[in-house]
């Protein structure tokens, strides 16, 4: 067989595995590796570099090692495949033994039965390395055309950044893809997986292609004889599930005997059967926002209205008797900044709109502008919720658009004076204050004064921790590789909310520029 491409070769294989490839099912009866509706799902829209986060038994690992034999069998590839513990290796390593035992005899395929690491083909020189992330350093021994690690989210920060750059170094020509449950809202698939997503989500692609599948993806996790009658009544929760996602009664009933087997019962469930991304990273705590008001307000999330040219997206109109607080939080526009490993980060900017008559979030927007335009953007959409009031913070890129929402002529915006007179527009968020303000927005949603609805913003409160710094101060913000821009602007809307004029009032303020000692703009 040959195939001038790697492409090819990866159709190829693909195309074989169904063709060559036989497994034990679960009667313990043997039968040809047919795709699943999750494996045919990931290998439609599988890239050079994959990561997958899932449910527990989706079949990842088996359709991956199928390739890697048939691929290292017939191609002559060299494969690697990083399992969680020994014992998963070396189940990994019978399963791949057993499908090289049962390939036609026609084909004339030889490999090493004594080997207890490596399925060595004597017939093309290929072999599928089966190793565990405390596997000595072969990685970097190997050009590798392909690697698969399962659940590298399991493994320790330590050994997990290591091990990722020597698997990425060695597959650098071939493909590289990971798959794991998650295990709390840090460490290196953590973060891998927020990347991801973050991108995907304002329609950008990475280097990497995050997968998610839901455990209603399972063909199995459905109990037979279960109808709607039988069920009783629905929670809150499943029934937004079920109109969501059109679940089936016995799905339900499955959710609900899994949640009642498992010891930490709730928690465990969306760790291990998440249904959605956020969601898989809640019961992980840490949190500075609790996982029970994260959870009830995913629950009452819904899908914008309206989503505007300028990706703005609404979840009310502007209403005449309305009056509404504009949050921004500022960034630079671009690939701002690079920190350590070579490890770029968007600097994206956000704004909140805050209904100040009803204190219901009504309007989002996430995206990169520069600093300039941003601030154009935010007076546009702030004449449009009837000249709302604007609080953006002023620290580093926000001194721009602070000086260019005034250069516009619009004046409805936060200002503070010192003792002296002096004038600065715009909010400082600093270290200083961020606990006060902070502890004010979840008192806000803790009392139910404060109404959000908009999942990406929920979603950046699952991951939001307060760190104790070795000065004592408590620093808050995101975790490396997620955002907390959402939040950030929310805070300005709803903690400067009291600042904002009636509609009958006009604001006029003296534009005066000034820098502080170290040169910024005030």
Known sequence: MSANTLTERTNIIREL??????????????????????????????????????????????????????????????????????????????????????FPKSDKIVYDKNNTSIISFKNSGGFVIIG???????????????????????????????????LNEAASHGTFSMESTAKGASGLFYEKVIEAKRLQDVGLSGEWRLHFYAWWWGEDNELAGWDWSRLGPL???????????????????????????????????????????????????????????????FEHCTVPLYIREDKMEQWELPRPECYYSLGADCGGGGEARIETGGRSELDTSAVVVLCLKHLNVVATWQGLLPPEAFGTRLVEWAKLYNNAFVAPERNGFGATVCRTVLDLGYSNIYVEEDTEGS???????????????????????????????????VQEMTTFTGRLQPSGEIKYQAPRGASDDLIWAAIGAWQFKEFAPSPSMERQIAWRPRKDRWGNLK
């Open 132 to 166: 565990t992330s405390r596997t000595p350093d072969f990685p970097r021994s190997f050009t590798l055309d392909r690697v698969h690690w399962t659940e590298p989210a399991m493994a320790s920060d330590e050994v997990a950044y290591e091990l990722y750059a020597a």
């Open 235 to 297: 929670t809150d929760e499943e029934a937004m599930l079920t109109a969501e996602h059109k679940l089936r009664a016995g799905q339900i009933a499955w959710r609900r005997a899994k949640i009642a087997d498992l010891p930490r019962g709730l928690d465990q469930f969306y760790e291990e059967y998440p249904e959605s991304v956020e969601g898989a990273f809640l019961a992980a705590g840490g949190s500075f926002f609790p996982a029970g008001l994260t959870k009830l307000l």
């Open 423 to 457: 004038v600065s527009v715009g909010w400082h968020n600093s270290y200083a204050v961020r606990p006060a303000y902070i502890s004010a927005f979840r008192e806000g949603l803790l009392s139910g004064a404060l109404r959000i609805q908009q999942r990406a913003l």
């Open 17 to 102: 595995v169904p063709q060559k490839v036989w497994i034990l099912n679960k009667q313990k009866v043997w039968q040809k590796l047919t795709p699943n509706a999750v494996q045919r799902d990931y290998i439609e829209h599988k890239t050079h570099r994959s990561e997958v986060l899932k449910s527990r038994r989706m079949g990842i690992s088996t359709w991956e090692l199928g390739e890697d034999v048939v691929g290292a069998a017939y191609y002559g590839e060299r494969t690697m495949l990083i399992a969680q513990n020994r014992d998963a290796a070396r189940n990994l390593l019978l399963v791949g033994q057993q499908m090289a035992d049962r």
